[in-house]
């Protein structure tokens, strides 16, 4: 019931923790379901997927019941309507700029005059073991669309982006948003500000909100501004860091 309950504990505002994964392997999707993180969000925007590769991971999480995002590469229909037929159980878009943009999100994502194209046969909807009633009623229930806010333009118009209905979250990219702003770092003020306006109207607009940070400790001084769901760094991070550890500590045998 992983996938069936994640869209309601988003609405709930539970704390929950995920990753990115860089790497295109369903190998890495079947590693992590075992472990105590909430979700994944496979990267496609900024890492080498190709679509057959993406399938493969999305077909392992929806076998072992394990809720995958999908960070498309762009926003678009068609980026969209390929990663939730495939099984991804949402989506996060990145560059959402307006209400507008958040609007034609949420039409992409789901089904409905000139929304997503319906197609009962995809892995997502059971290969056809479903009516077209039932499977409306999934999409209704659990697709997750997520905005990413991460330039001072999507700033200024959050709070009518959170707002928007169908938006089942916000998400503060906070390095893109520092980019933005003109720094070369994530310790601004502003962006602390960002993070705190942010958090604001996805409370008001009773959406979820998540943030991307590099460790439970960053996330520990950033959940007074609202994110209860953490993009942890990523598959890529935790193997290098941990291979660091015990390399300087078999290094260190010879001190």
Same mark, same amino acid.
């Given at each position: 019931?992983?996938?069936?309950?994640?869209?309601?504990? @988003?609405?709930?505002?539970?704390?929950?923790?995920?990753?990115?994964?860089?790497?295109?392997?369903?190998?890495?999707?079947?590693?992590?379901?075992?472990?105590?993180?909430?979700?994944?969000?496979?990267?496609?925007?900024?890492?080498?997927?190709?679509?057959?590769?993406?399938?493969?991971?999305?077909? @392992?999480?929806?076998?072992?019941?394990?809720?995958?995002?999908?960070?498309?590469?762009?926003?678009?229909?068609?980026?969209?309507?390929?990663?939730?037929?495939?099984?991804?159980?949402?989506?996060?878009?990145?560059?959402?700029?307006?209400?507008?943009?958040?609007?034609?999100?949420?039409?992409?994502?789901?089904?409905?005059?000139?929304?997503?194209?319906? *197609?009962?046969?995809?892995?997502?909807?059971?290969?056809?073991?479903?009516?077209? *009633?039932?499977?409306?009623?999934?999409?209704?229930?659990?697709?997750?669309?997520? *905005?990413?806010?991460?330039?001072?333009?999507?700033?200024?118009?959050?709070?009518?982006?959170?707002?928007?209905?169908?938006?089942?979250?916000?998400?503060?990219?906070?390095?893109?948003?520092?980019?933005? @702003?003109?720094?070369?770092?994530?310790?601004?003020?502003?962006?602390?500000?960002?993070?705190?306006?942010?958090?604001?109207? *996805?409370?008001?607009?009773?959406?979820?909100?998540?943030?991307?940070?590099?460790?439970?400790?960053?996330?520990?001084?950033?959940?007074?501004?609202?994110?209860?769901?953490?993009?942890?760094?990523?598959?890529?991070?935790? @193997?290098?860091?941990?291979?660091?550890?015990?390399?300087?500590?078999?290094?260190?045998?010879?001190?």
């Amino acid at each position: 019931m992983r996938i069936e309950n994640f869209k309601s504990r @988003m609405a709930n505002r539970d704390i929950m923790a995920g990753t990115f994964l860089k790497t295109p392997a369903y190998e890495l999707i079947e590693i992590l379901a075992t472990s105590r993180l909430d979700f994944v969000c496979v990267d496609m925007e900024h890492s080498p997927y190709d679509r057959a590769r993406a399938d493969a991971c999305l077909a @392992m999480a929806r076998a072992l019941d394990f809720p995958v995002l999908v960070r498309v590469t762009h926003f678009s229909a068609e980026a969209v309507l390929q990663v939730l037929d495939m099984g991804a159980v949402g989506v996060v878009a990145p560059h959402i700029l307006n209400a507008e943009q958040a609007s034609d999100l949420v039409r992409f994502a789901h089904f409905g005059n000139g929304g997503r194209g319906f *197609a009962g046969a995809t892995r997502w909807a059971g290969y056809g073991k479903q009516t077209m *009633a039932q499977v409306l009623a999934q999409s209704s229930r659990e697709t997750v669309v997520i *905005a990413q806010i991460e330039e001072p333009e999507a700033l200024a118009n959050v709070e009518g982006i959170a707002a928007t209905q169908g938006i089942d979250g916000v998400f503060l990219g906070p390095s893109d948003m520092s980019v933005s @702003m003109g720094y070369t770092d994530t310790n601004s003020k502003e962006l602390l500000e960002a993070l705190k306006r942010t958090g604001d109207a *996805a409370l008001a607009a009773g959406k979820a909100y998540m943030t991307f940070v590099p460790n439970a400790k960053k996330a520990a001084d950033w959940v007074q501004y609202g994110p209860h769901m953490f993009f942890i760094g990523s598959e890529q991070g935790w @193997m290098k860091a941990g291979a660091d550890a015990d390399a300087i500590g078999i290094h260190a045998l010879s001190e």
